[in-house]
């Protein structure tokens, strides 16, 4: 009692047996089991877990221009690989995901790289690569496409998004060689004439063949002198 005073003589004679604590709670209140503490520790650590896993795979959809992971279709993945027939040459997946694509590239028999912002898809696709066979052609780093050159490419693999795609045309028609092919799944290029289209729907792709578009740049706008001359 406050003041250190004493109990009045009432409450003394009369206890209320029915509201007396037992001795273990009221010396530590609500006793409270090991388990719980472990069961509580064991939620908590997963909840840790799951944010940390998730929080890479979620956040680059949140940014303004981005690479969101989307799994590649099979379908998707069976019109890279007929737009990749009778090509040879170095392979880059640019936003590789979890890396069917470079994988299955890698099945056909190109030295295949992807290119992958995410370090959890990036070490995900390096233990399928070694799952299917095929980890010491298909490679995987963890990087920012706008950091990376494409020149060393034959081929380019991209599943970008709208906001991207004039950006990312710009930057390839500087760096690839003329004997590059560039292969749009789900968008195409904003200016460039693709050389072949296969596939509907989300799983359409788009090949362009940079000497074919660089040809075209080439093209003269207006009517050669000589013909001119011989026109009039």
């Known amino acids: 009692m406050e003041g ?5 003589e009432t409450l003394k004679e009369k206890p209320q047996l029915g509201h007396i604590l037992p001795t273990s709670l009221e010396a530590n209140g609500v006793k409270r089991s090991p388990w719980g503490f472990f069961c509580t520790g064991i939620v908590g650590g997963a909840l840790v877990v799951v944010y940390a896993v998730a929080t890479p795979f979620i956040t680059p959809a949140l940014r ?15 019109n890279v690989m007929k737009m990749l027939r009778c090509r040879r040459g ?14 299955a590239a890698a099945k056909e028999g190109f030295a295949a790289v992807g290119y992958e912002l ?11 690569a ?6 010491g052609s298909a490679k995987f780093y963890i990087s920012d496409l ?27 028609e500087l760096e690839l060689e003329d004997d590059a092919r560039v292969i749009a799944c789900r968008f195409p290029f904003p200016h460039w004439i693709p050389d072949h289209v296969n596939g509907e729907g989300i ?3 788009w090949a362009y063949d940079v000497s074919t578009f660089r040809g ?17």
């Open 64 to 78: 303004t221009i981005c690479l969101p992971f989307v799994p590649a279709t099979s379908k998707q993945i069976e």
């Open 216 to 232: 075209r740049e080439k093209r003269p706008t207006s009517m050669p002198l000589q013909l001119a001359i011989q026109v009039g």
């Open 203 to 205: 799983d359409t792709v």
């Open 4 to 8: 250190g005073g004493t109990l009045p």
């Open 130 to 135: 070694w799952q299917e066979g095929v980890h």
């Open 90 to 103: 170095s392979l880059v997946d640019i936003g590789s995901g979890d890396g069917r694509v470079v994988i």
């Open 118 to 128: 995410n370090p959890w898809l990036v070490w995900y696709s390096r233990y399928r």
């Open 146 to 172: 706008w950091k990376v050159t494409f020149s060393q490419y034959s081929n380019v693999i991209i599943f970008g998004v709208p906001q991207m795609m004039l950006q990312l045309e710009k930057k390839l």
